[in-house]
């Protein structure tokens, strides 16, 4: 019987994947994003958070439709690294996307981009700030392909542009995410072990 606690007890600290799906057309409660949102925190609650930088300063990255009018995998929005996501992208574009995750991501996938023939590169780092992977992508133009990576327990990703002057535009972001046990299990587990020593004193 106390084996059996003790196991019912660990089974509740087991880390758990969970699947999150982010088209940059709602947010993490539902509410629709409106063209020309710069995404931060929309995704906090999904344990996702989103960052733009130019010369290391944080800029917009926008929720809009796709900068060179064609269909986006889903409808309206693509994030782009676009100040101003409006036709053209007229205003500054990120040199980086920084994508982070509040607990290790694996599975990802997303649909890229490049509006263009140039790569945009991806590095993504572990919660050491560990390299795990590198990609460099092209879509040759503009349109959207599949992009996967391999690495698992990702804590970051950074996306860079080409060059200084080049948008480019990402949607269904995908990935698996490992759950942190709650306050109330780790209470449970510390009930059970206690019990246990008292039983073994019996």
């Known amino acids: 019987m106390k084996k059996i606690l003790f ?3 660990l089974s509740l600290l087991s880390s758990q994947a969970f699947a999150v799906l982010i088209n940059f057309d709602v947010d993490a409660n539902g509410d629709a994003i409106s063209a020309n949102t710069p995404i931060t925190d929309q995704y906090q609650a999904w344990g996702v958070t989103f960052l733009g930088l130019e010369d290391g300063n944080a800029v917009d990255i926008n929720a809009a439709p796709e900068p060179d009018g064609n269909a986006a995998p889903s409808a309206p ?3 782009t690294n676009c100040s101003d996501a409006s036709p053209g992208c007229p ?5 980086s996307i920084e994508i982070f995750f509040a607990s290790a991501a694996s599975n990802i996938s997303f649909m890229l981009d490049t509006l263009g023939s140039l790569e945009v590169t ?16 092209t879509s040759n133009g503009s349109l959207f392909v599949p992009v996967s990576f391999a690495a698992a327990g990702v804590s970051r990703i950074q996306g860079l542009q080409p060059n200084n002057d080049w948008a480019w535009a990402m949607d ?3 990935f698996d995410a490992v759950s942190v046990p709650e306050p109330g299990s780790l209470a449970l587990l510390a009930f059970t072990v206690l019990g246990l020593g008292f039983c073994r004193r019996k």
């Open 7 to 9: 196991v019912f007890a």
């Open 77 to 79: 929005n693509v994030l």
């Open 91 to 95: 205003g500054g574009r990120a040199d």
């Open 122 to 137: 991806f590095n993504l780092f572990d919660s050491n700030d560990v390299l795990l992977e590198t990609q460099s992508v």
């Open 172 to 174: 269904d972001l995908e």
